[in-house]
T-cell receptor, first 113, second 107 residues
Framework: GAVVSQHPSRVICKSGTSVKIECRSL??????MFWYRQFPKQSLMLMAT?????????EQGVEKDKFLINHASLTLSTLTVTSAHPEDSSFYIC?????????FGAGSRLTVL | AQRVTQPEKLLSVFKGAPVELKCNYS??????LFWYVQYSRQRLQLLLR??SRESIKGFTADLNKGETSFHLKKPFAQEEDSAMYYC?????????FGKGTMLLVSP
């Protein structure tokens, strides 16, 4: 139980385009989902916390207009990187909580050319 | 502010040797500490948490509030223990990760 699916696992896009990453809790209802970013050889850094049906709470230094987060249902949260630039290339990981369980997705590798 | 420090980027040991992955934290309140593990090409997963005081896959970790440490230990390392290990502090909404330690266990 407690599986989180993240899609796509890898995405390559051109500079200036927008990319959407989905995070789904497959067998539980996730009241809260988290989005992390991991730079090479560095730890995960929390970007934002999203609760179903409300606006996401962004960490200091994270541009909310750049990284749009939507948590429309108890099983789905999306992260949209708008007008992506090469510096947005990174590994993005979501996690979800439900029933006292914190589960991570497998991550999405974004490469912006 | 809460902070997690894992001083070693890489720890290389031989199979059967004892392992200790160091983790120190900085937190003003009562900490909740976790160890997460990421095996090659797999997702990050919870290994153990200090409140459970459990042993998972032979690993244990004791919270030492005096030294603000939560070191991960295993008496006899196995090759399948090779992975990236992250120490983390806080609750679900405030989880702070250390930079991780890569453990390599050689035959």
């Amino acid at each position: 139980g407690a599986v989180v699916s993240q899609h796509p696992s890898r995405v390559i896009c051109k500079s200036g385009t927008s990319v959407k990453i989905e995070c789904r809790s497959l067998d539980f209802q996730a009241t809260t989902m988290f989005w992390y970013r991991q730079f090479p050889k560095q730890s995960l850094m929390l970007m934002a916390t999203s609760n179903e049906g409300s606006k996401a709470t962004y960490e200091q230094g994270v541009e909310k207009d750049k990284f749009l987060i939507n948590h429309a249902s108890l099983t789905l949260s999306t992260l949209t990187v708008t007008s992506a630039h090469p510096e947005d290339s990174s590994f993005y990981i979501c996690s979800a909580t439900g029933a006292n369980v914190l589960t991570f997705g497998a991550g999405s590798r974004l490469t912006v050319l | 502010a809460q902070r997690v420090t894992q001083p070693e980027k890489l720890l290389s040991v031989f199979k059967g040797a004892p392992v200790e992955l160091k983790c120190n934290y900085s937190y003003s309140g009562s900490p909740e500490l976790f160890w997460y593990v990421q095996y090659s090409r797999q997702r990050l997963q919870l290994l153990l948490r200090h409140i459970s005081r459990e042993s998972i896959k032979g690993f244990t970790a004791d919270l030492n509030k005096g030294e603000t440490s939560f070191h991960l230990k295993k008496p006899f390392a196995q090759e399948e223990d090779s992975a990236m290990y992250y120490c983390a502090l806080g609750g679900y909404s405030t989880l702070t990760f250390g930079k991780g330690t890569m453990l390599l266990v050689s035959p």
